[in-house]
């Protein structure tokens, strides 16, 4: 890592040093966010990105084709100053927004700022009044990870390992990996290895001390921690969201429950404060944005969203959710741009007034996760699309009801909320990402949605429905010699009661796979091919109209196969909210 990259994270540890001493005012206090006019003067260069960008960041823009811009160079140092002496606190700093979030108990400072020559806009963000949450109760957290094993306050897993043999070493957490397959990628050695993960929540209270993470700490695969919210790099003695949403990916103990993701490394970053909701937790995410990319991550799992506020002034409305409005939305395409895959909870307001997803699950560059239960079936409380701009969300479900998650005290429970969901899935992507490579995440990722069971056919409760990282693996690598048939979905003297999708991996070796649709009186009522995606993949979606028996004929060339079924109901098709 170069020297100049190792300055800058100290210049951002000693501002956070300097928040965490002054957190414990409880007076009114003021949050304003100060919009910088250019970066004129900076010390950086974009001549020099070394110097604020980690070498494994500048590889993946490398690998993705996106060049450092004046987006990454961070904002003038004297204009962070100047702001400073008019007597504001500053809390974070976003390079690529060009502007710094303040706190003050004299409101009246914000005029004094909006005169200053460097600044463009200032526009408040939030009024805190009390503070409160876990932290203030509990006892700091152990910092020295090395010693978190032998401390005495160690939290051993309460559960008992499991004797179902189907469930095997992955205990509780079976369900949840099997109705995504997932299990083929650890079968196949991929759990993650190499892979680093940035988790975004409220904190991660204990995860230090628990039996659950020993396998994270003691590898080495703790890549840092950082609270943007109070400050500092404790984020174990706050809410422990956070902590179960990691031991979804990250948990290993074997016969009570494994993680999704189990081998990949991890940067655990505290960006929502649990006590309050204030547009300040968007901005503080969009820096744990910034600051994911540039230590060069490759994901990011936040299991967090935005819809209303405390302070109604500053609630968003449905139109914002549009793909680009919201400032966290805003940042969740910016770092999906740099090459970072971010998969983001759908929201849990399904059954509420609001029922819509929250931002950034809006985003365009966010894979939006909704909740199902163990069954498949949607959860109620999972939020529905469409965006604002009509674009079908959320993107894919996964197992939200019900979940498997380490609670504070070392036992795993059954818990609910597309927060689960999302570490699920996001778990699972990190060990398909380690067998696909990093080179290509805009491949990996329409891969994984390829795979979902609705892929052509989505909706806005479920989006694509369940990924499938078997058939995502068989994409990646097709086979190469035609043994059976080769096709999946394959309805042979079965019942259907819905319309159903023929999918295959195996590549056509003529004209390509042409299919019919004949009824029982030999009449064609359908026909057509099997249409290629992701040229690892073809596929059509075959939909009967009636009750009845039916043929399908799939002819490659000179290779032809033939089915017969009965379609019991009429297609019920899914109807978009």
Request: hydrophobic share 40%; net charge negative.
């Amino acid at each position: 890592m170069k020297k100049g990259f190792l300055r800058t994270l100290v210049f951002i540890l000693i501002a956070l040093s300097t928040l965490k001493a002054s957190a414990g005012s409880r007076d009114k206090q003021y949050r304003f966010w100060v919009e910088y006019s250019d970066k004129n003067g900076s010390i950086f260069s974009l001549l020099n990105p070394w110097d604020f960008l980690s070498e494994k960041a500048l590889a993946r823009r490398n690998r993705v084709g996106y060049a450092v811009n004046m987006q990454d160079l961070p904002v003038n140092h004297k204009y962070i100053q100047s702001v400073a002496e008019t007597g504001v606190r500053v809390l974070v700093t976003s390079r690529w927004m060009n502007a710094t979030l303040v706190a003050t108990t004299d409101s009246a400072l914000a005029v004094s700022i909006a005169q200053l020559p460097c600044v463009s806009k200032v526009s408040l963000m939030g009024i805190y009044y009390t503070r409160r949450g876990i932290a203030e109760l509990a006892p700091d957290a152990v910092t020295d990870y090395s010693m978190a094993v032998a401390d005495a306050d160690r939290i051993l897993t309460k559960n008992k390992a499991s004797e179902d043999a189907e469930e095997g070493e992955y205990g509780l957490g079976w369900d949840q990996i099997h109705q995504l397959h997932a299990e083929a990628l650890h079968r196949a050695g991929y759990k993650g290895k190499g892979i680093q993960i940035a988790v975004f929540d409220a904190g991660f209270y204990r995860a230090n001390v628990m039996q659950a993470f020993d396998s994270l700490f003691q590898s080495g695969r703790l890549l840092g921690t950082y609270d943007l919210v109070d400050g500092g790099s404790n984020v174990f003695n706050d809410d422990d969201h956070g902590t179960q949403v990691l031991s979804c990916m990250a948990a290993w103990q074997p016969g009570v429950m494994v993680g999704t993701a189990p081998e990949a490394s991890y940067l655990l970053i505290r960006t929502e404060d649990a006590g309050t909701e204030m547009p300040c937790e968007e901005i503080t995410w969009l820096c744990a944005a910034e600051l994911a990319d540039s230590a060069g991550v490759d994901m990011i799992s936040s299991s967090l969203g935005y819809t209303e506020f405390d302070d109604k002034r500053f609630g968003h409305t449905y139109d914002d959710l549009n793909g680009n409005t919201t400032i966290i939305t805003r940042a969740a395409n910016m770092v999906w741009d740099r090459g970072v895959i971010v998969v983001n909870s759908a929201g849990n307001e399904g059954d509420s007034r609001w029922k819509y997803i929250g931002a950034p699950a809006d985003a365009i560059g966010v894979i939006a996760v909704g909740a199902v239960d163990a069954d498949g079936m949607p959860a109620d409380f999972s939020s529905v699309g469409p965006t604002a701009d009509k674009r079908i969300k959320p993107d894919v479900v996964a197992m939200g009801k019900r979940t498997t998650v380490i609670n504070s005290n070392g036992y795993f429970i059954r818990s609910n909320g597309t927060s689960y969901s999302a570490p699920v899935l996001a778990g699972a992507i990190a060990c398909f990402l380690q067998m696909t490579g990093t080179d290509n995440p805009v491949r990996t990722r329409n891969l994984v949605l390829t795979s979902a069971a609705n892929f052509l056919n989505g909706n806005n409760q479920t989006g694509k429905g369940l990924p499938n990282f078997e058939l995502a693996m068989k994409m990646q690598h097709p086979p190469k010699n035609l043994t059976s048939n080769p096709f999946i979905g394959w309805p042979e003297d079965d019942t259907l009661s819905a319309a159903f999708y023929i999918k295959t991996t195996f590549m056509p070796s003529h004209e390509g796979y042409q299919y019919k649709l004949k009824n029982a009186l030999g009449l064609t009522i359908e026909s057509g091919i099997l249409f290629p995606y992701e040229n690892a993949l073809y596929a059509a979606l075959l939909q009967p109209r009636d009750r009845g028996h039916y043929k399908l004929e799939i002819q490659d060339g000179k290779q032809k196969w033939t089915c017969k079924f009965y379609f019991a109901e009429e297609n019920k098709r899914n109807k978009e909210k």
